[in-house]
């Protein structure tokens, strides 16, 4: 093996380490994206393929938040006022915080 094989082909390897290493970190960025926006992160295995990759990163980069239910934790729409699936009250529930869990330490009222 000549030196000139060996450098082109060290020079490969560091390429393919590199370019395999951006494109799991662009897996991981739109599952992250996806996660961050309440949507399901089965979307990144069209990123299989790079085409797909590309679309899935745009489109969910692209996509509204959507909003969990408390009560159901289903994702609605982010501006939705009733759960689609269980019909609970996001604009009463953001009206009324909810009361302090059970033992939790509760500084003396002040008159
Ligand atoms: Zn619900």
């Known amino acids: 093996m000549r030196d000139e094989d060996v450098i ?11 370019a395999a290493t951006v494109y799991v970190g662009l897996i991981v960025l739109g599952v992250n994206i ?4 309440n949507r399901s992160p089965h979307w990144m295995w069209f990123a299989v393929h790079p085409m797909g990759l590309l679309i899935t990163l745009i489109v969910m980069a692209c996509l509204p938040p959507l909003r969990r239910c408390p009560n159901c934790a289903q994702a609605s729409n982010q501006h939705a006022r009733l759960c689609g699936f269980c ?4 604009a009463m529930a953001a009206r009324y915080a909810p009361p302090p869990p059970q033992g939790a330490y509760m500084p003396p009222q002040r008159y």
């Open 8 to 18: 082109a082909l060290v020079v490969m390897l560091v390429i393919g380490v590199v």
């Open 34 to 37: 996806a996660k961050r926006k």
């Open 87 to 90: 019909g609970y009250d996001f």
